[in-house]
């Protein structure tokens, strides 16, 4: 079975200053990780993945996420955080055995609110 | 491109009564799930489609029925809605592994209330 834990309801943090949303995974083989936002009354929207290769991605919107196989963690990082970044946002993991058909498995969600 | 299409936006129903809820996407993907989204679960996997003529269930099934007739569509039935089901369902699609990036991409949402 996957799984995803995002331990934070909710994240809030000052413009300008750096975000970190965090994310943690289980899988039985090896994972294909994902970030999604949603906006209020939107679809979600694809930010970044992870699918094999460097540990670093770059995503949409200046986002960015570091995969961590000894951790099985995917967190979320932004180094200058905008008001306009305030949204929730899923973690999302596929077994790459397992997940056949796509099957993603979602995390609950972590609201992010940037003030000014 | 249009990319993911649902209709209708709202919705309310009483309790037993049947409905459609309807899911287009016009990028070719061979891929399409259904999701329901209800607050502090995230979203779950209610079924999926890995081609026309292919669907399977996901984690929650039960009260939902689903065809796919074409790449294009990708229906979701509900046979007799019970309050439990309110909820908003979002449809999503993708490209099969090896054609594509994996990544979903997602419908506007229908928003059910059962009363």
């Known amino acids: 079975a996957q799984s995803v834990a995002q331990p934070e309801d909710q994240v809030n943090v000052a413009e300008g200053n750096p975000l970190t949303v965090k994310c943690t995974y289980s899988v039985s083989g090896n994972p294909y990780l994902f970030w999604y936002v949603q906006y209020p009354n939107r679809g979600l929207q694809f930010l970044l993945k992870?699918?094999?290769?460097?540990?670093l991605v770059k995503g949409s919107y200046g986002f960015e996420a570091e995969f961590n196989k000894s951790q099985t963690s995917f967190h979320l990082k932004k180094p200058s955080a905008l008001v306009s970044d305030s949204a929730l946002y899923f973690c999302?993991?596929?077994?790459?055995?397992?997940?056949?058909?796509?099957?993603?498995?979602f995390g609950t969600g972590t609201q992010l609110k940037v003030e000014l | 491109n249009a990319g993911v299409t649902q209709t209708p936006k709202f919705q309310v129903l009483k309790t037993g009564q049947s409905m459609t809820l309807q899911c287009a996407q016009d990028m070719n993907h061979e891929y399409m799930s259904w999701y329901r989204q209800d607050p502090g679960m995230g979203l779950r996997l209610i079924h999926y489609?890995?081609?026309?003529?292919?669907?399977d269930q996901g984690e929650v099934p039960n009260g939902y029925n689903v065809s796919r007739s074409t790449t294009e569509d990708f229906p979701l039935r509900l046979l007799s809605a019970a309050p439990s089901q309110t909820s908003v369902y979002f449809c999503a699609s993708s490209y099969s592994p090896g054609t594509g990036g994996f990544e979903q991409y997602f419908g506007p949402g229908t928003r059910l209330t059962v009363t």
């Open positions: 999302a993991v596929r077994d790459v055995i397992t997940g056949g058909g796509n099957k993603l498995t």
């Open positions: 489609s890995v081609g026309a003529g292919i669907t």
């Open positions: 992870y699918i094999t290769g460097d540990n």
